[in-house]
């Protein structure tokens, strides 16, 4: 019998009405549970959050909100195992794409901890210097943020849903602000029972965390003046949330992070070495987690010279990846997360094809291992060739799977227009020894991109990777990526913060400056 999640909203575990939206198994297709917010009252939870859960957590220095996050990330460590077993009968993932989410989730909600931790028992924080108005030295300004007084709206993708739900639960719960988390219901199972698991254990006051499963029903109807809200997923209802009447009515703080065409860049001068770490590099991008990544490579540029090279290498190497089951020890790439998720990438890449060659998908003899292909959400890494001059859908269309393009360039008066093409992205890699280049392509891109990662040969062991997102480093992108900013360290505070010019008495605003904490962002 499919378990049944429960929301846990207003203080409370309740189930919504009907039969539900089922989770899968993407590999046997089988039905692993269900879940339904039909009828459930989200006005009442929201003012809950608000009249319970904030002034609990306001009630608290951030070195004190620091220790509920260790807490937490305590309370999840200690069932790390059991987590790992529901992504990969839900979600298809590999111990690699587990480790990913969970690890990640719980090593966030540790760094900001960490962070916390240092503010101490300050519960404001102080942006920069108090400012003279005039001559007169005796009232000035100082800029302040305190925590906003609403709740959280976070809504969250099918691809992380541990990682999703703690990387901006962690920063919300540090600035003071009680969540309600929405997760994709297609995964929403891990998300569901780490959720149960910290509620369980007591370490967050009452009302600080909400979960709601199934369909978001009619919450943004709901919020009020002093809520915000952090989406991840795709462009598309990432625009209907902004464009939600009352939303916009309320002019409500709306972080967006939505899909992106990242790319990475092999430069010109390349050696051995680097051809090996870009190669390395892009095969991961496309297999970690099935290339089901927000911020995986899809686009790999490389100089025409290297061309034939680089796609051999790639092709040789996605040749020994072994896709299948993630319960067989040798598999390294499982499904997508559903049926309809493989429909989609397939669609894409039917579209991608019009404009491009194929390197390698698989082969007419492509069969995951231990699984029937007619019920698994398989698909075989792909790499295709275009010309990024020629080529539209490449620059336009993101292929949420295991799918890369090759575009080799003749020049860099070619190169950094034909990568801006993307329209804006999380994230961009370069390789290159030639530190000139490095910085041109930093200048030609860098208002395009929220990270860009460069690495030389003396950095290919060192970097942290393409597609893993840092807490201390921020994470969205302009453009088509939702112009959002999370993380980022105590950036990452500034949505659920308001920041206050407080012009007064300068004695006044000095002791304000010594009692609270230095804003970083």
């Known amino acids: 019998m499919p378990e049944t999640l429960k929301s846990y909203l207003a203080g409370a575990w309740v189930e919504g009405a009907g039969d539900g939206s089922p989770l899968v198994d993407p590999v046997s297709g089988a039905v692993l549970a269900t879940a339904s917010s039909t009828g459930l009252d989200l006005a009442a939870a929201l003012s809950h959050a608000r009249a319970v859960g904030g002034p609990a957590l306001r009630a608290l220095s951030f070195g004190e909100r620091a220790g509920l996050l260790k807490a937490a990330a305590d309370v999840l460590t200690a069932k790390r195992d059991d987590y790992f077993e529901i992504a990969r009968r839900n979600s298809g993932n590999t111990k690699v794409d587990a480790a990913i989410d969970i690890d990640g989730g719980i090593g966030t909600l540790r760094y900001y901890a960490r962070i916390g931790a240092g503010l101490g028992g300050a519960h404001h924080l102080v942006d920069g210097d108090l400012q003279r108005l005039s001559k007169e030295e005796g009232y000035q300004a100082l800029h302040l943020l305190l925590p906003r007084q609403g709740a959280a709206i976070h ?220 019920k698994g959400a398989f698909v075989p890494p792909t790499l295709l060739r275009a010309d990024p001059a020629s080529a539209a859908a490449v620059h336009e269309h993101e292929v949420f799977g295991p799918v890369s393009t090759l575009l080799p360039y003749a020049d860099e008066a070619a190169l950094f227009p034909a990568v801006r093409r993307g329209g804006g992205s999380l994230v961009a890699s370069v390789f290159s020894d030639d530190g000139d280049f490095l910085t041109r392509a930093w200048q030609a891109l860098g208002d395009r991109h929220g990270r860009l990662m460069m690495v030389d040969s003396a950095t290919t062991r060192a970097h942290t990777g393409h597609g893993i997102v840092m807490p201390m480093c921020l994470h969205g992108g302009p453009g088509r990526a939702g112009g959002g900013e999370e993380l980022g360290g105590l950036r990452g505070l500034a949505l659920y913060q308001q920041r206050t010019a407080v012009q007064g008495p300068t004695p006044w605003l000095e002791r304000l400056k010594a009692d609270g904490a230095p804003f970083a962002g």
Request: aromatic share 4%.
């Open 155 to 374: 809504i969250n993708a099918f691809n992380f849903p541990s990682w999703g739900l703690w990387e901006k639960a962690a920063v919300a719960l540090l600035a003071g602000v009680p969540v309600l988390a929405k997760p994709a219901t297609p995964t929403a199972w891990l998300a569901q029972r780490m959720g149960a698991d910290v509620v369980a254990a007591g370490v967050l006051p009452e009302g600080a965390l909400s979960i709601l499963c199934g369909s978001a029903g009619d919450l943004l109807d709901q919020v009020a003046p002093e809520d915000m809200i952090a989406f991840t997923g795709s462009a598309d209802t990432g625009a209907t949330i902004a464009a939600h009447p009352r939303v916009r009515a309320l002019n409500l703080p709306v972080n967006i992070e939505a899909d992106s065409l990242n790319a990475a860049v092999l430069g010109p001068d390349a050696g051995d070495d680097l051809q090996a770490a870009f190669v390395a590099e892009v095969a991961r991008e496309m297999t970690v987690k099935a290339g089901q990544k927000c911020t995986a490579i899809r686009r790999a540029f490389v100089p025409a010279a290297l061309a034939d090279r680089v796609a051999e290498a790639l092709a040789a190497r996605l040749a020994k990846t072994v896709v299948g089951d993630p319960a067989d020890e040798s598999v390294r790439m499982g499904p997508v997360v559903s049926a309809a998720q493989r429909d989609g990438v397939l669609a894409g890449i039917d579209r991608l094809r019009r404009e491009a060659s194929v390197v390698f998908d698989g082969g007419p003899g492509f069969a995951p291992k231990a699984a029937a292909p007619e």
